[in-house]
């Protein structure tokens, strides 16, 4: 039986994982509105470059989301392939 600590360690390292998803698209659109807005005032142009990028940063935000979770389910069914939990 491994030790009670070890266990909730492991929850808490889940609950942070987890809990920092919900940061990858919100930082990915702010990211790419601050990026769009310094070209704005570089380029003096309208908002539309601000506009671009948000879009462009929302969706790479998803994308890199899909990745984090995609690696997350390999590693969970090599974990569960490999026996789990062995005494």
């Known amino acids: 039986m491994p030790p009670r600590g070890d266990k909730q360690s492991d929850l808490w390292a889940q609950i942070g994982f987890y809990t920092s998803l919900g940061f990858i698209i919100p930082g990915g ?7 769009g807005w310094l070209l704005d005032r570089w ?11 948000a879009v462009l940063g929302g ?29």
């Not at 380029?43 to 990028?53: E, F, S, V, Y």
């Open 59 to 87: 969706v790479g935000g998803f994308v890199e989301l899909l990745r984090i979770l995609l690696k997350a389910e390999e590693r969970s069914e090599k974990h569960e392939s490999d026996g789990g939990d062995k005494p």
């Open 29 to 35: 659109v702010v990211s790419g509105l601050l990026i």
């Open 43 to 53: 380029l003096h142009t309208g908002r539309i470059p601000a506009a671009i990028m």
